[in-house]
């Protein structure tokens, strides 16, 4: 079978990594998979060729996407996407990064669109100094914003308090990125002596136990024009944090023009990085189940998520939706909470969308079904429960779903509620 994945807004390398070579076939399915650029378009600028990297680093892993957010009839992205899911395409949005603003930082609250943010895996990326030439063991430590010639202090890519401290990147220059602790103590010892002295040691092997875990970066919700959908802004994780692919050979690893170093492959971190994980995982359910509608497929990954450690990740469900993806279990998930037709019509009558702005969004002459504004928002099927009460006051709260047995005939579930 035949599966498209596609890359918006993105630039793209004349030459792609692995472009005619095919997959090795999986066991259970039989099946293989050729990699090829069908096609890239561009309306702004003269050619769609990546000169920064970015594009080539998503494509090569399999698609990527940035979404600016806003009311449904107000979003473009959300009214395209919408026209996408009732023609049977899955969209996905990168949760964007900008996660150190906190909670609410992303709004994306369009339930046929899949959100994900960026997590880590187990691996890490040490800081090392590579191609560098070092004459003595000591050498001054030097504050980068006193170090670098541009006028923007973030071109040294130190930390600032804007800046983060849980992924890497390659730089120009001998440098290493902090947590705000160490950066603290380093500050302060700076501040102490007229000459600082930094010692570089040999490289460690480590393994991150705790991983997954949300990147500081990743956005996070909650969802706050529709609260009774835990779509909190984020629907699941994905890794995003250090990811190595492919590399555009007209960009420098490190993104500087100064910079003349020309690379194959480079390691990037980055919501954007997460989104070709999804994506790839959505297509290869897709390859089991040619049939399934995008709202299945949906479920299929959001049900089968692995679970995260909510008192490891700040704003927990918030920051990672429902937990990890994980492949091999999303293409039997059991059960799946499915969509029909005109359930996303219903869906917006019933948080109090006029017969115009539906309009807006439909692009044609529909309105409100009969009794579809009495219909509670939380009551849209989607594949987590979520409902708005008052603290520290007790609630009684009731949910509709209806689910669906794509698993063998005639199997038992047993439902069972487990604190977080």
């Known amino acids: 079978m035949s599966l498209l994945v596609s890359l918006i807004p993105e630039s793209v390398p ?9 997959l090795v076939h999986h066991p259970k399915s ?3 998979l050729v990699s090829k650029l069908i096609r890239a378009r561009v309306y702004t600028t003269d050619s769609a060729s990546d000169t920064e990297g970015h594009g080539s680093h998503t494509a090569s892993t399999a698609a990527g996407n940035n979404v600016i957010n806003s009311e449904f009839y107000d979003d ?12 049977g395409v899955l969209v996905m949005q990168s949760a964007d990064n900008s996660g150190t603003a906190g909670l609410q930082a992303l709004d994306s609250t369009a339930p046929w669109i899949l959100t994900f943010a960026a997590s880590t895996t187990d691996h890490l990326f040490g800081l090392s100094i590579n191609s560098f030439s070092l004459n003595t063991t000591k050498v001054p430590l030097v504050y980068g914003l006193q170090a670098t010639s541009y006028c923007d202090e973030a071109s040294a890519r ?27 103590s380093v500050i302060s010892y700076l501040n102490s002596t007229k000459e600082p002295k930094a010692e570089i040691l040999r490289s460690e092997t480590t393994k991150d136990k705790f991983a997954p875990i949300v990147a500081s970066f990743s956005s996070r919700g909650p969802n706050s024009i529709v609260p009774d959908i835990l779509k909190a802004c984020i629907d699941i994780s994905a890794p995003g944090v250090d990811i190595l692919a492919a590399y555009s050979p007209v960009a420098s690893p490190s993104t500087t023009t100064i910079d003349t170093r020309r690379v194959k492959y480079n390691i ?14 959505a297509a290869y359910v897709k390859t089991f189940h040619p049939h399934w509608s995008p709202s299945a497929i949906k479920s299929a990954l959001i049900t089968t998520a692995f679970p995260m450690d909510a008192p490891r990740n700040q704003g927990a469900e918030f920051a990672y939706g429902s937990g990890h993806v994980n492949p091999v279990k999303a293409i039997d998930p059991g059960l799946v909470y499915d969509t029909v037709e005109g359930d996303n019509i219903r869906f917006l009558c019933s948080i109090g969308y006029d ?36 603290a520290g006051k007790p609630f009684k709260v009731t949910f509709h779903r209806t689910v669906t047995n794509v698993a063998v005939a005639r199997s038992t579930y047993n439902a069972t509620i487990a604190t977080p």
């Not at 004349?14 to 095919?22: E, G, I, L």
């Open 268 to 281: 990037i971190s980055g919501t954007s990085m997460s989104c070709p994980h999804v994506a790839g995982v």
């Open 76 to 87: 473009a992205i959300a009214i395209g996407a919408f026209h996408a899911a009732e023609k």
């Open 355 to 390: 017969e115009g702005s539906i309009k807006i969004i439909a692009g044609n002459n529909t309105s409100c079904p009969k009794n579809s504004t009495k219909m509670l928002p939380r009551d849209f099927n989607y594949p987590t429960l979520t409902a708005l009460v008052p």
């Open 30 to 32: 039989g099946r293989e």
């Open 14 to 22: 004349s030459r792609t990594s692995s472009a005619t070579k095919a």
């Open 158 to 184: 130190i930390n600032t308090k804007y800046e983060l401290d849980d992924v890497s990147f390659v730089v120009p220059l001998s440098a290493i990125t902090l947590s705000s602790e160490d950066y603290d």
